[in-house]
C-alpha cells in the first residue's frame, strides 16, 4: 500500500444532510474552544489509563453505548498509530508514577482465547516500546510456574504466578510501581490485589463485580449536558436515553413488570425525539446487564409485547453475564442505529474508537455481516476493521467536507473522548 492509499473506511448509507452533518460542521468549527474545554477537564480530573467507547453513528445521532475501562482489542489497531500510543502510555505512567520503570499486567485468566491473548500481547509490546519492563502476572489457579505462549501472529507472551508479600506483589523479585490491570473483575476483587501499597490502575472498585453501567451512563450525561451548552445543541443527540431496572430474575420471572414499563417508558421518550427531527425510523431500546461486559445478557425490543412472557431461551440468555455471574439489575438503553456499512457486502459497522490516557490513539470498527443496523454488534461472528485513521483523531481539515475521513474520525474522537471523560469522573469517586 503506498503513501497515499489508505485502505477502505466504511460509508453512512443514508443520506449526510441531518442534523449528524451539522453537528459535525459544528465541532470542526469550535475546534479551538472544543480543546480548549478538554484540557480545562483533564486539569480537574485526570482522564484513565486506557478507555475504549463503542460508538454508533445513525446519521441523525452519534453517541457512545458502552465505555471500558479493561479494553482488549488493542492487536486491531492501526499499527501506523502505534508511534502515538507509545507516547501516551509514556504520558499516562509518568503522570501516576513518575519513577516507574517497571509494569506488572494483570490479564483476564481465560488462556485459551488466543484472539485476548494477542491484545495482551500488543498492549506489553506498546508499554516496552515505551521504555518500560513489563511482565503479565496472572490469577488463574491454572498457573503455577511461567508458561510461554505462541500466538497466532508470531507475538510470544510469558504468563506467570502472581505473588504476594506483605502489601506488594510481583513475580519474583519484581517488584513493579504499577499494577495495570487488564482484567474486569467480574467474579469479585481478588483478595490478592486487596490494600496493596502499590499503584492500582484502574482501581479495583470499577471492576464489574461493583461498577454500573447505569452510574457511567449517569455521569454521562452530565458531561453531555455541559458540553452541549458550550457548543449550544441538543444533548439527545449524542446522548442516549436511559433508565435502570434493579432487583430482576430472569429466572424466576421477576420484575417483569418493571422492565416492561421502562420500555414503553422509552420507546415513548425516543419517539418524541424522532418526532421533533422528523425521523422515519421506528423506536427501539436494547436491553443489556447493569454489569458486565463480552456482549453478553443484551436483547433489543420495539414494542412492550416483545419483552413481555420471554420465553426460557429469552430468559436464560439473559440470566448470566460473563463468568457465570447472576444478572439482578438491567439498563434499558435507547438503541441507536448504525448506518455505517463495510466492504461491498455492505456488512453492518459500528466504530470502537480506543484512548491511552487522554489520547485517542485509534480503534477499529466492529463488523458483523448476519447482523441488522438496529442490532448487537458485540456477538460471535463479528470481525474487527482497523479505522483507517490517515492522521490521529485530533487532527480534522477544516477544508474538506464534514463527512470527509478525518473529519467523520475527528467527529468520533470528540465523542469518545466525552465518554473518556465521564468514567474519569466515575473513577475520581472511588480514589
Request: charged share 20%.
Amino acid at each position: 500500500m503506498s503513501a497515499t492509499q489508505h485502505p477502505p473506511v466504511p460509508h453512512l448509507t443514508t443520506v449526510l444532510s441531518g442534523p449528524l452533518q451539522l453537528i459535525e460542521r459544528h465541532l470542526l468549527d469550535q475546534q479551538a474552544e472544543i480543546e480548549g474545554w478538554f484540557r480545562r477537564q483533564w486539569q480537574l480530573t485526570s482522564a484513565p489509563f486506557y478507555t475504549s467507547v463503542d460508538l454508533r453513528n445513525a446519521g441523525f445521532k452519534l453517541a457512545p453505548v458502552d465505555t471500558n475501562l479493561f479494553p482488549a482489542g488493542f492487536n486491531n489497531l492501526n499499527p501506523a498509530l502505534i508511534p502515538l500510543s507509545i507516547q501516551a502510555a509514556q504520558a499516562a505512567i509518568e503522570r501516576i508514577c513518575p519513577t516507574a520503570n517497571q509494569i506488572l499486567i494483570v490479564p483476564e485468566s481465560h488462556t485459551r482465547n488466543t484472539f485476548y491473548m494477542e491484545s495482551v500481547a500488543a498492549l506489553q509490546d506498546i508499554l516496552q516500546k515505551a521504555g518500560f519492563e513489563v511482565r503479565l502476572g496472572s490469577l488463574s489457579d491454572e498457573i503455577k510456574q511461567a508458561q510461554p505462549l505462541s500466538l497466532p501472529s508470531g507475538r510470544q507472551i510469558t504468563l506467570e504466578p502472581l505473588e504476594r508479600s506483605g502489601k506488594r506483589v510481583g513475580i519474583g523479585d519484581f517488584s513493579p510501581c504499577m499494577i495495570l490491570l487488564n482484567n474486569d473483575l467480574s467474579s469479585g476483587r481478588p483478595a490478592m490485589l486487596e490494600e496493596l501499597e502499590q499503584k492500582i490502575v484502574p482501581p479495583l472498585a470499577l471492576g464489574w463485580s461493583k461498577r454500573l453501567k447505569s452510574d457511567h451512563f449517569t455521569h454521562y450525561r452530565l458531561v453531555a449536558k455541559e458540553f452541549s451548552e458550550l457548543m449550544q445543541i441538543d444533548p439527545w443527540l449524542i446522548d442516549p436515553l436511559f433508565l435502570q431496572c434493579g432487583e430482576i430474575d430472569f429466572k424466576k420471572r421477576e420484575g417483569e413488570a418493571c422492565l416492561a414499563k421502562n420500555v414503553g417508558t422509552l420507546l415513548t421518550s425516543i419517539q418524541r425525539k424522532y418526532d421533533e427531527y422528523q425521523i422515519d425510523k421506528e423506536p427501539f431500546v436494547v436491553i443489556k446487564a447493569d454489569a458486565g461486559t463480552y456482549g453478553m445478557g443484551v436483547m433489543t425490543a420495539s414494542s412492550v409485547a416483545e419483552v413481555q412472557g420471554l420465553n426460557r431461551k429469552q430468559r436464560n440468555k439473559m440470566s448470566a453475564s460473563k463468568s457465570g455471574v447472576n444478572v439482578s439489575q438491567v439498563l434499558v438503553q435507547e438503541g441507536v442505529y448504525t448506518f455505517e456499512t463495510w466492504g461491498e457486502s455492505a456488512s453492518v459497522a459500528e466504530p470502537v474508537v480506543y484512548m491511552l490516557d487522554h489520547f485517542v490513539v485509534g480503534g477499529f470498527y466492529r463488523v458483523h455481516t448476519r447482523r441488522g443496523p438496529n442490532e448487537n454488534l458485540n456477538a460471535p461472528g463479528a470481525h474487527f476493521e482497523p479505522l483507517a485513521f490517515a492522521e490521529p483523531c485530533t487532527t480534522p481539515d477544516h477544508n474538506m467536507a464534514p463527512d470527509a475521513n478525518a473529519n467523520r474520525f475527528y467527529a468520533y474522537g470528540v465523542i469518545a473522548r466525552l465518554a473518556m471523560l465521564a468514567a474519569a469522573r466515575e473513577i475520581a469517586e472511588h480514589e
